[in-house]
């Protein structure tokens, strides 16, 4: 009987997570993608995954290249870990996040004079979709994917 109610209790955390995960995205219920839908474009040291910004402005410009073999290198093209990582993984991070159905652009109202955007772009086997965080623009979902590269480059 102990099973059935946890099973039910952690049911129902999933389902009101959920809810509140397509609430904070804005991502119409039409727009959200499979989980196993995309799948990367190219093979060995082509791009995969590459993600930057300029975290001040004035101050130096990041990049970081995800090859599709799981290499990572900085914007001086330097390997920034020995060991390749599964690029698979933070596909699918990416569509549970609803990358693919974020606008290109994220801006907010306010003025922002000291951090610059960041971006995601993200290369598959039906093309590149980019997304730029502008300063004061707000996602938790580009945030949450982009902390996790940052952590996955050490970058983070």
Same mark, same amino acid.
């Given at each position: %009987?102990k ?8 049911a *129902? ?11 904070v ?5 039409s727009?959200r ?7 990367f474009?190219?093979?060995?040291? *082509?791009?995969?995954?590459?993600f930057?910004?300029?975290?001040v402005?004035?101050g ?20 920034l ?8 993984p933070?596909?699918?991070?990416a ?7 974020l606008?290109t652009?994220?801006?907010g109202h ?6 610059g955007?960041h971006y ?7 093309? %590149? ?7 004061t ?7 949450e994917?982009y902390?996790?590269?940052s952590a996955?480059?050490d970058?983070?």
């Amino acid at each position: %009987m102990k099973k059935v109610m946890l099973a039910r209790g952690c049911a *129902a955390v999933l389902a009101v997570a959920g809810a509140s995960a397509v609430a904070v995205n804005h991502v119409e219920a039409s727009q959200r993608v499979l989980i196993g839908a995309h799948h990367f474009g190219g093979s060995g040291k *082509a791009p995969a995954i590459v993600f930057g910004g300029q975290t001040v402005i004035g101050g130096p410009v990041i990049k970081v290249t995800i090859s599709v073999d799981g290499t990572i290198q900085g914007h001086d093209l330097q390997p920034l870990k020995d060991n390749p990582v599964d690029v698979r993984p933070l596909l699918k991070l990416a569509e549970a996040e609803n990358f693919f159905a974020l606008p290109t652009n994220i801006a907010g109202h306010r003025q922002n004079v000291d951090n610059g955007p960041h971006y995601i772009r993200i290369y598959t086997s039906t093309g %590149m979709k980019s997304v730029t965080l502008q300063a004061t623009g707000r996602s938790r979902a580009f945030t949450e994917l982009y902390d996790t590269l940052s952590a996955v480059a050490d970058k983070g």
